[in-house]
């Protein structure tokens, strides 16, 4: 198995761009999370989505952050206009939603930095 | 009172030593509890999971949970240089919270193993 997949790995953009990560879940997995972690704060769930569905968006800072799931082997998550304090990395993991100890498999991260 | 709590540390023992790693949470109505180790610029990974009151073993991990003290612990018998990282205690939301898949994650501690 690939495992999760998100793309870019890096971006640097200038503030006020157009920011849009991308994420391939684990086949078969049916709950998404697209998590920030910066030093200050952490790893923070941004949203949550079961069956491509958005179940917790409590943690989407604001207005400029939305995220999508089409369908099951695909979201995103877009930054519009980007700032620089979105500067962090983005995580984004699956997992088998069914089980009860519920592990999360993470992609490698995409490295954002906002000029 | 944050969620999930983690000294930070940085925790410092000698190889061959015993790691022991301190996480307390919130919610009396939690669930299950995961640790993860996260290598400098990389992602989380899962290394243990418990959700029973006791102590799990897994090689050189053990996992501790009492649920009435709202702690969970890992230790970790003969520490290598390799198991130098951030370790996460994550904490899957209670019933009560709604979202049954959410996990809270700590601020994670820092351990260093010193050859």
């Known amino acids: 198995d690939a495992g999760v997949i998100q793309s870019p790995r890096h971006e640097v953009t200038e503030m006020g761009q157009e920011v849009t990560l991308r994420c391939k879940p684990i086949s078969g997995h049916n709950s998404l999370f697209w998590y920030r972690q910066t030093m200050m704060r952490g790893l923070e769930l941004l949203i949550y989505?079961?069956?491509?569905?958005?179940?917790?968006d409590s943690g989407m800072p604001e207005d400029r952050f939305s995220a999508k799931m089409p369908n099951a082997s695909f979201s995103t998550l877009k930054i519009q206009p980007s700032e620089p304090r979105d500067s962090a990395v983005y995580f984004c993991?699956?997992?088998?939603?069914?089980?009860?100890?519920?592990?999360?498999?993470f992609g490698p991260g995409t490295r954002l930095t906002v000029l | 009172q944050k969620e999930v709590e983690q000294n930070s540390g940085p925790l410092s023992v000698p190889e061959g030593a015993i790691a022991s790693l301190n996480c307390t949470y919130s919610?009396?109505?939690?669930?299950?509890f995961f640790w993860y180790r996260q290598y400098s610029g990389k992602s989380p990974e899962l290394i243990m999971f418990?959700?029973s009151n006791g102590d799990k073993e897994d090689g050189r991990f053990t996992a501790q949970l009492n649920k009435a003290s709202q702690y969970v612990s890992l230790l970790i018998r003969d520490s290598q240089p390799s198991d130098s990282a951030t370790y996460l205690c994550a904490v899957r939301a209670g019933l009560n919270a709604g979202n049954n898949r959410k996990l809270i994650w700590g601020l994670g501690t820092s351990l260093a193993v010193n050859p």
């Open positions: 993991a699956s997992s088998l939603g069914s089980l009860k100890y519920n592990e999360q498999f």
């Open positions: 989505f079961n069956n491509n569905v958005p179940i917790d």
């Open positions: 919610d009396r109505g939690s669930q299950s």
């Open positions: 418990i959700y």
